[in-house]
């Protein structure tokens, strides 16, 4: 594997050279006040792309899934009931965590590449009169079908349901990279990871907290210790960490939100999608299509290609691996050879991901797939022609 080349995997993603070299630094005492004046722009800073206006957010040394543990435990008791749509292999691994901690998971299965019905939660919120549901579980962005779900709208069915569960979304794969908006969508918990949109290293599990979820902290009894939000929030009222921080990973996250910033929030999410409608007319190009059912779900992030019969989209990856030093995703579970996967998010330009194009398409003539070679490239590069921001060419 090539280490010049850019990743096309949904996460990790690429690492700015300035990220690395924040997260480069001399041993710091995590109990001096040098800490503290790190670790506070970094909170502060996640707080402004979650959209929070109030409630806590909770930076852990973990990763994602330890994130959506951490949710749970803090904030449930064995034999809660937990509603979840099933449709994608991350929705289906928050599931089976939520199982392996004694909750009752109550699942609306949904075909992959359909994103959370709305229409089928509401209604189990309608018919649940005794509020044995004490959360409804979103993943936001399904990594494994490049499905996005409507957050708003879960929002808008709990609301006509007149339930309280509180509402917890994966945004692993979306935050700082597609639109978030933790207040406006009423989200009790919000769960992100440091190797995606924030460009970083995996390490960090991100979080936000609504007074409501720490509120129930009170009555939640399922165990916890390392995830316990009461010790990090009591250790962070008097600047530090109930354990040792990852101290480095935190620099670089204050680092990574001041990239976002100054680029301005909306115009990430606007170069997210303008990156990913160029994959898409490639692989329409292609003759082939995204697994997402329809347009308003197609993914900002990911893009998981529809292979055509009889190819392996699996075969597709591991020969960019070998042969040309380039990541792309498979298909995992359900979906593993129908789909190959390309992650457009983080740091990525439309220079960057014309490469990953041209790249899947010698892939796909080696392998005697139907394709024409630069179509699907020729098909992006118009796009992209035609789409390239004015301040970009101001710049020139
Ligand atoms: C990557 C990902 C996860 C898992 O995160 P880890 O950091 O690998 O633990 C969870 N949910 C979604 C949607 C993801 O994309």
Redesign the pocket.
Known sequence: MSMQNPVFI??PTNIPDSVRKACDMATLDHRSPAFARLFKPAVEGVRRVLRMDQGEVIVIPS????G?EAAVTNTLSPGDTVLAARFGM?SH??IDLCQRHGLNVQIIETPWGQGAPLAAIEAALKADVAGKIKAVLA?H???ATGVKSDIAGIRTAMDAAGHGAMLFV?G??SIASMPFDFTGWGVDIAVA?S??GFMLP?GLAILGVSPKAIAAMETATLPRTFFDFKDMLASYARGGYPYTPAVGLIAGLAHSIDLLEAEGLESVYARHHRLAEGVRRAVFAWGMEPYAASLDLYSDTVTAVKVPQGCDGTALVQLAATKYGMAFGVGLGEVAGKVFRIGHLGMLTEAMLLSGLCVAEMCMADLGWPVKLGSGVAAAQEYYRGTVPAMALAAE
């Open positions: 949904p996460g990763t994602g899934t330890g959506w991350f691994r928050w993943t962005n399904e990594t994966d692993v794969s990871g190797q995606k995996a």
